[in-house]
């Protein structure tokens, strides 16, 4: 599991699969009255090119050495 450092997230850890359903499907809500939009990426990406994306992301999340 990996933990992303943005105020809303801080802390928690995240599953590949928890990683992936935004990068699929996409993002659209709305929370005190700000929008988070991303488009839907599961038609344009191969699955070994979304565990690049997710081994990305974990090496971004990696703590400094």
Request: aromatic share 4%.
């Amino acid at each position: 599991k990996v933990w992303l450092g943005d105020q809303e997230s801080r802390g928690k850890k995240f599953t590949d699969e928890q990683l992936k359903k935004p990068i699929n499907e996409g993002v659209k809500e709305e929370k005190d009255g700000v929008k988070k939009e991303m488009d839907a990426y599961k038609d344009e990406l191969k699955p070994e090119q979304l565990d690049g994306i997710i081994a990305h992301i974990r090496g971004l999340a990696a703590p400094a050495k």
